[in-house]
């Protein structure tokens, strides 16, 4: 079945530095992925919306300079969390629709944990 | 305000002793009732979509069902293989990723 791998599965950085994740669609092409993020005990949360070939779109509430997309093939998507601070550390993860339909089955990444000490 | 708050937040059963998770939803213009497996770490594995008051879905142990105010996942004679994270979410607006989660119902089932 589809797959969308996720890169890496945790990560630590130094606060102020940035660190990229990357997700991938193994066997089928997608246009589009979201990214979320998941705080310890809170509902996962939609941060932006990432187009092949075009500028991502992001929620109320999220910096799109600090979180930068970039969807430049149509099984690559990555965000690059800039000047990363404690606040940052989080679960991310991506999902990526099999089709277009609007209740299409999505796939998600294993997530990325990312630690800012 | 759109919310989906899932009952309980933990749940602790015998093999074998089925039971039943609670996700309320308050979602403006619901297309669609979700349901995904977590396992620690991972990120959720898709269940069953609902779109429907009334519709009910199975697999394996698990059936889900629907109504306009709230799903049930229901789970016959668990066994710990079934232990994980049940999170339910309403698809809401135009993109496909427009979902509002719960923070879920972490399930453990005992041998």
């Known amino acids: 079945g589809a797959v969308v791998s996720q890169h890496p599965s945790w990560v630590i950085c130094k606060s102020g530095t940035s660190v990229k994740i990357e997700c991938r669609s193994l066997?089928?092409?997608?246009?589009?992925m979201f990214w979320y993020r998941q705080f310890p005990k809170q509902s996962l949360m939609l941060m932006a919306t990432?187009?092949?070939?075009?500028?991502?779109?992001?929620e109320q509430g999220v910096e799109k300079d600090k979180f930068l997309i970039n969807h430049a093939s149509l099984t690559l998507s990555t965000l690059t969390v800039t000047s990363a601070h404690p606040e940052d550390s989080s679960f991310y993860i991506c999902s990526a629709p099999r089709g277009p339909g609007m209740n299409t089955e999505a796939f998600f990444g294993q997530g990325t944990r990312l630690t800012v000490v | 305000e759109d919310q989906v708050t899932q009952s309980p937040e933990a749940l602790r059963l015998q093999e074998g002793e089925s039971s039943s998770l609670n996700c309320s939803y308050t979602v403006s213009g619901l297309r669609g009732l979700f349901w995904y497996r977590q396992d620690p770490g991972k990120g959720p594995e898709f269940l069953f979509t609902l779109y429907s008051a009334g519709e009910e879905k199975e697999k394996e142990r698990l059936k889900a069902t629907l109504t306009k105010k709230e799903s049930f996942l229901h789970i016959t004679a668990p066994k710990p293989e079934d232990s994980a994270t049940y999170l339910c979410?309403?698809?809401?607006?135009?993109?496909?990723?427009?979902?509002?989660f719960g923070k879920g119902t972490k399930l453990s089932v005992k041998p």
């Open positions: 990432s187009n092949e070939g075009s500028k991502a779109t992001y």
């Open positions: 979410a309403g698809g809401y607006g135009g993109s496909q990723g427009n979902l509002i």
């Open positions: 066997d089928f092409q997608a246009t589009t």
